[in-house]
């Protein structure tokens, strides 16, 4: 997956996102990092095509994104969005099986046996019969995620997963997501705001501040206390962690 010279205007002649070159490597997690209002959640629905840039392409598979069908892109890419609509109604087991419609017709009825891998490894089966709005907020981005895994997809985004997470949830999620990177060669691209969750979590980083990229490459390369300073503009330290290794600071001013 690959952006080319890619722009994108929420109002006409004002950039948001100004000339975005980068390639997503297949098989690999990439962790999108900056500032707010970087552009980063913006710079994912341009990968995933919610969104069509204002100039240049975005490419998966050298196709432009935009060329795929929805139920092509459905079974191509899946997406966790940091909030979703939630219908009190629905069930958990409805809201997962949403992930198989791409492999299904239109009248076809998608049985319960098929989405119980996606329901046990997101440890949803005991709720399987609950309605999603009885749920926490992180159950909740535990069921959409569960969701997104059921597509089967080449590529999963997941916008601030852990945002409604408490601390033992956000480990057993980052966990979960590398090792269905490993297992299933899953292609993850996150957008983050911890920073050092991110260095955990992924093999590339990609970058942003003011609507451009401005690094993406190893976190090795990229993972220096110099280049988190000039991209956050603020102090930070570096020190070392046992079991976890370099870890940053913000030091108040």
């Known amino acids: 997956m690959k952006l080319t010279n890619v722009d994108y205007s929420y109002q006409a002649g004002k ?3 100004a000339n975005a070159t980068a390639e997503i ?3 690999k997690i990439t962790s999108i990092i900056g500032p707010n209002g970087a552009g980063k959640s913006t710079l994912l629905k341009l990968l995933t ?7 240049g392409k975005v490419e998966i598979n050298d196709t432009p994104i935009d060329e795929l069908t929805a139920r092509q892109r459905a079974q191509k890419i899946a997406v966790v969005a940091q909030q979703n ?3 009190d109604d629905l069930t958990v087991s409805e809201a997962v099986k949403t992930g198989r419609i791409p492999y299904h017709s239109t009248l076809s009825v998608i049985d319960d046996e098929e989405i119980d891998p996606f329901l046990e490894i997101t440890s949803l089966t005991k709720y399987r019969d609950k309605s999603v709005g009885s749920l926490s907020g992180g159950q909740q981005q535990r069921v959409w995620l569960a969701a997104a895994i059921a597509q089967e997809p080449d590529y999963l985004f997941l916008d601030e997963p852990t945002t409604y997470l408490d601390i033992r949830y956000q480990k057993r999620l980052m966990t979960f997501i590398k090792q269905l990177n490993r297992t299933e060669k899953l292609t993850v691209i996150l957008v983050l705001h911890d920073i050092n969750q991110a260095f955990k979590i992924s093999d590339n980083i990609l970058m942003m501040a003011a609507g451009k990229i ?8 990229l993972m220096t206390r110099n280049k988190l300073m000039d991209l956050y503009q603020t102090k930070i330290t570096q020190v070392e962690v046992p079991d976890f290794g370099k870890y940053f600071i913000e030091i108040p001013d």
């Open 15 to 17: 950039p948001f996102i």
């Open 25 to 27: 490597q297949v098989g």
């Open 49 to 55: 095509g919610q969104i069509k840039p204002t100039a």
């Open 85 to 87: 609509m939630v219908y």
């Open 214 to 221: 401005v690094a993406v490459g190893p976190k090795n390369q």
